[in-house]
């Protein structure tokens, strides 16, 4: 049980470049979901899926799009990158659109992603 | 949609002082606010959560209190441990939408 499992851990893109950020989970978590974290910014939600076929947009959409074609995959694709894309992203899973018990949120261990 | 502000940003303490983080919410509708942990370059994860019909829980050293009427919600740590020091994120949702955090407090504990 790997959990939630995020790649690549760190990257470099220059502006203007296209990339996906993977995410995959082995619970059968129906919920999953994409926060960025900015140094004094907290966690803010990029988009969110209730289950496979389900998406919908969180507080900062803009700039990201995503997909859920399996219970267990919801990547992040960031279309032409900007140096304000410079963050750390960490996706999330959990059994509730809350996390209200089973442990929470279960969160991969991030991507550092970095626009030059 | 609902709004979470969280105080202090950093909050330093002396190893087994209290430690107190406070938040606030707007929607009237939450009823769920947990609190989550992140140890530097790690992940977050859930420490302590409370629902909307229950005005404190307890877990060992760490407690959380609600005032649904002044729509706070605040962490107390006693007896802090340099293990301790870690961001926490407060959060809070209506169960109709993700959980919406804070902004996190930097808590640093002084051996």
């Known amino acids: 049980n790997a959990g939630v499992t995020q790649t690549p851990k760190f990257q470099v893109l220059k502006t203007g470049q296209s990339m996906t950020l993977q995410c995959a989970q082995d619970m059968n978590h129906e919920y999953m979901s994409w926060y960025r974290q900015d140094p004094g910014m907290g966690l803010r939600l990029i988009h969110y899926?209730?289950?496979?076929?389900?998406?919908d947009q969180g507080e900062v959409p803009n700039g990201y799009n995503v997909s859920r074609s399996t219970t267990e995959d919801f990547p992040l694709r960031l279309l032409s990158a900007a140096p304000s894309q410079t963050s750390v992203y960490f996706c999330a899973s959990s059994y509730s659109l809350t996390g209200t018990g089973n442990y929470g949120y279960t969160f991969g261990s991030g991507t550092r992603l970095t626009v030059v | 949609g609902e709004n979470v502000e969280q105080h202090p940003s950093t909050l330093s303490v002396q190893e087994g002082d209290s430690a107190v983080i406070k938040c606030t919410y707007s929607d009237s509708a939450s009823n769920y606010f947990p609190w989550y942990k992140q140890e530097l370059g790690k992940r977050p994860q859930l420490i302590i959560d409370i629902r909307s019909n229950v005005g404190e829980k307890k877990d060992q050293r760490i407690a959380v209190t609600l005032n649904k009427t002044a729509k706070h919600f605040s962490l107390h740590i006693t007896e802090t441990q340099p293990e301790d020091s870690a961001v926490y994120f407060c959060a809070a949702s209506s169960g109709n939408t993700p959980l919406v955090f804070g902004k996190g407090t930097r808590l640093s504990v002084i051996a």
């Open positions: 899926s209730v289950g496979a076929g389900i998406t």
